[in-house]
């Protein structure tokens, strides 16, 4: 097994890696609330310490992100994916202990560590292999394998083996042996030395600043995560409380519509774009609204179910057209600063939709639906003014063709 893993070439193993860090990452994640609920936080202490973890995790990716090199990341990849390991050890050994106050300072390290390897990744990979196919073959094992370590969960959560009740702090554990696994593997990666090219994280903000469609977008982005997070950021607390679903049976939904959802995502991007961006819009963020304002002024929980299983299957669809567009504006050498910064406003986004959720958990699913649809209303303006703003943009830029094709 050893010489087979030698032989493989130095992108596939990282492809090894990232698979069995998703696996980790899907079981813990999945059941990292619940795990929380056993001991003994309520719902509003949850959300603030996830909320928390959040802006501690902004506030440290805006002061690490910025001095990590491509011949370091190797180093900073593989200390942080050790440090996470021990920490969720350490998580596991204090389960139902009662320490509050270390379990929140491991949840604040853990998220802190998971965002860092995250952003660190293709990175690591681009310094073995720069390659379309492969950022692609990236994004499918991180998706796929997260959905094998939820479908783990699911599978043995509650079921009893060789004596052992599998509980939550049982799946944790799981979680740490495949995250042992992507440490042995990433150790064992050879990285080459390349050439590198630092750019002034000023120049991107001032950039950034000026352009007022992408100044736009990150605002928007900002507000997406908090409506999205304010909705959905709570889901499997909701499902086990609220609906009174057994955890198995919340895995196995949140997995099938994940699934089902990417399928959509596929589809969607080959067959069912249309042509105006306005209805494109309308289709993944109107539709959304009106379910959950439906579910918040009918106060019925099988409407509420409906607009969580839409919003969820729709997740993954047009994300050319509400991200991609954007993104590909910026020029190549303001592209991981970008990144950056813009993964960092949405850390933050997400930190505050899930304060939101935590505070109105106890009033309900329909509130918690009706909140996050007050913040669709913003979000779906601003949504529409990029998008006017792009198309304005395009008929100056086709005036001026057109001025300076008849002046020759």
Known sequence: MGEKFAKLKEENKILVMLAFYSISLGIWKNFQQLWLQDNNMDISAISKILSVSGLFCAI????????????????VISSAIF????????????NHSGMTAIIDILIITDTILEKLIVITIYPFIVTVKKDDKLYSKRKLVEYLFSDIGILIGGIFIGRTIANIVVNYNVCLFISII?????????????????????????????????????KTYMLWCFVSHIAMNTGLGLKMLMLTNIFQITDSVATNYLLIIGLIADIIGILA??????????VTLTIKFVIRFALYAIAFFSNNLIICLIAITWSILISTAYENVVDGAYIN????????????YRYILTIIGTSIGLYFAGLVFPLGVPYI???????????????YHLIYLREKENKKIDKEDISCYNSQ
Do not use: C, H
């Open 269 to 278: 991007l080959k067959y069912l774009t249309p042509k105006s961006e306005y």
């Open 178 to 214: 495949f995250l042992t696994l992507a440490f042995i593997v990433v150790y064992n990666i050879k990285q080459q030395k390349v050439k590198e090219t630092r750019v002034n994280a000023k120049e991107v903000i001032k950039y950034l600043v000026k352009d007022k469609i992408m």
């Open 83 to 94: 440090l996470r390991t021990i920490n969720l050890l350490i998580l596991f050994l204090i």
């Open 329 to 340: 504006r910026v020029p190549n050498e303001y592209q991981t600063v970008f990144t950056n």
């Open 60 to 75: 440290a990716l805006l002061i690490f992100s910025n001095k990590i090199t491509l011949n370091k990341i190797k180093k």
């Open 369 to 383: 639906l009706g909140l996050s649809a007050f913040f669709m209303i913003f979000q779906i303006e601003l949504g």
